[in-house]
């Protein structure tokens, strides 16, 4: 097993704020020092606003747990500082194929364009996933940052007032009281900030059992995701293989209804099924082993007054697909830029309301994704089986059956259509760039896109003219100028310009689409600004 579970990495210190005589308020207090809560507590530091993660444990997760980060997630990543070291050490993949019996029925390729700084999907175990948010985060505090991790530190009772919230904490040498303007659970699927507030889940849970296996072993699998539908090694359930740094393979074998979950991790349960798959003669040993059920639930609400919550404390869906940790990436994407805002008084306290109403339409899309998926893999029903299998049929030799395989519709960036953040859409330009959408990627004379339309509001120019910036509602929009003609590879026209000869865009901190016009309109882009930050309505 790798020693870094048992390694303290932000191990008890006494606070100062322990030995005050009164509760000492923060502006953002974030329960939970899981990738989602650490995402939330760099982002808000690296601008400047003060945040405490509170977290009952001191040690990065143990086991691999969630895997497959997407290309958004290390965009965002690469936002918030710490990308490189996860792309050095993540295994980069592209391609899966899929297998009906023992046969490929279907293969993909989710990156098929150039022009992207970052890979479709790298394979990486959350224990270092969270060790480069860890050292990212220290890093920051050393620079000066408002950043502070307090291990061992476990939240016992949580009241909410109007203005703040009150938080008792527990912790190896007695409780203590905080207050926070904002409150952040990040506290996983068992939240247990949720269960404090008296808040739960709707949703689905599915009867279906998995095991995950994490293997260590020499193989000359190829770096690609496989699923297996009926394999000879699993008959009548599905199976999955996955690459990951140091010689891990990560392995889910469908078990069905009506295990005893206890018995089916016992090693001498697990290592005939995996000896029945890879075969007798490879050596393996066990790293770790996990049971999990399909669910796809979540809030009805993330927000809750000064409560706000993210990733699995506020959804949860099945791991087919690889929507969790992404989707809660995205979740404090969406968030942190409004806090702030909020926070500083150049935004209402309603634009909040907007984060619920984007992530909650985020994670609907997640759970029908995920739904459609887990019904595909474990069909309900004798017909739902056979429709199932000979779509699997079909699709061997018919490409118009291949879209309908449906072994886990993989993790996208969520599109806020219809946003009342959005301005209307005033541009004839590609669908993929429409307002509410995440600005894709492109390369530039100064490098890739992304990067520079990161942490502020920015106005992308293409071959057209405005200002170097403006200033409305205490805001700063700054220009970013770019021309087809540098376009040499055509990658910006066609992501961005489509058959217009122009195009300006007003791009959100989060780098989403929030207004597009084929030209400046000084009016309609300061109007379109307003209404991002929730100062006025749709248009």
């Known amino acids: 097993m790798n020693k870094i579970f048992e390694v303290p990495m932000y191990p008890y210190q006494r606070s100062e704020d322990q030995d005050t005589g009164s509760p000492v308020r923060h502006p953002v207090i974030v329960i939970g020092a899981g990738p989602v809560g650490l995402a939330a507590a760099i982002d808000l530091a690296q601008q400047g606003i003060g945040v405490v993660v509170l977290d009952e444990n001191d040690k990065v997760s143990f086991g691999s747990r969630a895997i497959c980060f997407s290309k958004r997630s290390l965009e965002i990543a690469d936002r918030l500082g710490f990308c490189d070291p996860l792309v050095d050490k993540g295994v980069q993949w592209n391609l899966g194929k899929v297998f009906f019996d023992d046969r490929k029925v279907y293969e993909f390729n989710l990156l098929p364009e150039s022009g992207h700084a970052q890979p479709a999907f790298i394979n990486l175990q959350q224990y270092y996933f969270e060790e480069y948010l860890v050292q990212?985060?220290?890093a920051l505090q050393a620079a000066g940052a408002p950043i502070e991790i307090r291990g061992r530190n476990k939240v016992s009772a949580i009241g909410t007032h109007e203005d703040h919230v009150t938080l008792e904490i527990d912790t190896p040498?007695?409780?203590?009281n905080l207050e926070a303007d904002w409150l952040i659970a990040c506290d996983g699927a068992g939240s247990p900030t949720r269960q404090m507030l008296g808040l739960d889940f709707v949703g689905r849970v599915f009867e279906d059992n998995f095991l995950i296996?994490?293997?260590?072993?020499?193989?000359?699998?190829?770096?690609?995701?496989?699923?297996?539908?009926?394999p000879p090694f699993n008959k009548g359930q599905s199976a999955l293989l996955h690459k990951q740094p140091d010689g891990v393979w990560r392995i889910d074998l469908q078990l069905g209804w009506d295990i005893d979950k206890e018995r089916e991790k016992r090693p001498e349960n697990v290592i005939p099924r995996l000896k029945e798959m890879l075969g007798e003669d490879v050596k393996f040993e066990l790293e770790w082993v996990s049971i999990y059920t399909f669910q796809c639930r979540r809030m009805e609400k993330f927000r809750h007054g000064r409560v706000l919550f993210a990733g699995d404390a506020a959804h949860q869906v099945s791991p087919f697909g690889a929507r969790?940790?992404?989707?809660?990436?995205?979740?404090?994407?969406?968030?942190?830029?409004?806090?702030?805002l909020v926070l500083e008084g150049k935004a209402p306290e309603s634009l909040l309301d907007s984060y619920d109403r984007e992530r909650v339409h985020g994670a609907d899309e997640n759970i029908l994704n995920s739904s459609r998926s887990t019904d595909f893999i474990t069909p309900k029903s004798e017909?739902?089986?056979?429709?199932?299998?000979a779509v699997l049929d079909l699709s061997e030799h018919?490409?118009?059956?291949?879209?309908?395989?449906?072994?886990?519709?993989?993790?996208?960036?969520?599109?806020?259509e219809g946003s009342a953040l959005n301005s209307a859409d005033a541009l004839r330009g590609p669908h993929r760039t429409r307002p509410g959408s995440p600005c894709?990627?492109?390369?530039?004379?100064?490098?890739?896109?992304?990067?520079q339309l990161a942490d502020r509001f920015t106005l992308l120019t293409i071959d057209a003219e405005a200002?170097?910036?403006?200033?409305?509602?205490?805001?700063?929009?700054?220009?970013?100028?770019?021309s087809t003609k540098d376009d040499k590879t055509r990658t910006l026209r066609e992501r961005y310009l489509g058959d217009e000869t122009s195009a300006v865009y007003l791009i959100r901190p989060d780098q989403h689409v929030a207004a597009r016009r084929p030209a400046f309109d000084e009016n309609q882009f300061r109007a379109a600004l307003r209404r991002a930050i929730g100062k006025e309505t749709s248009a």
């Open 136 to 138: 990212r985060a220290k």
């Open 173 to 176: 040498e007695g409780s203590y």
């Open 213 to 230: 296996a994490d293997v260590i072993m020499e193989a000359d699998f190829p770096t690609e995701r496989w699923f297996w539908f009926d």
């Open 324 to 340: 969790g940790a992404n989707s809660g990436l995205q979740d404090t994407d969406n968030l942190c830029w409004k806090l702030k």
């Open 383 to 389: 017909m739902s089986r056979v429709l199932r299998d």
């Open 398 to 416: 018919h490409a118009f059956a291949r879209p309908l395989v449906n072994s886990g519709r993989l993790s996208l960036p969520c599109t806020y």
């Open 440 to 451: 894709p990627d492109a390369p530039t004379p100064d490098g890739y896109l992304l990067p």
């Open 467 to 482: 200002p170097d910036s403006f200033e409305e509602a205490g805001i700063t929009v700054t220009r970013l100028n770019l």
